[in-house]
């Protein structure tokens, strides 16, 4: 089950993987070598968008919407975003 708690672990892995990949190739990220780059890259998109998903599934059980995960994941596809005024 998701919580607060599991939410701010994966925002601080994904801060984590943001400032070693910030001190990659002592901050010439474009030398680096690709595969490090690219693996660094992947976690921390990895554990942002964890910590969005289990944000929402707090959110949805707090207010006891019952959507489930995909019905979620569909949503945000295709609603489109807000504008600004």
Known sequence: MATLEAVNDRL?????????????????????????????IQEFFFHLVGSIEFLAQVINNSLKLLIRARE??????TQPFASAP
């Open 72 to 77: 979620r994941f569909r949503r945000f596809l």
């Open 12 to 40: 601080l892995f994904a801060k984590r993987r943001l400032k070693e990949l910030e001190r990659l190739n002592n901050g010439d990220i474009a030398g680096a070598d690709p595969k490090d780059r690219q693996q660094l």
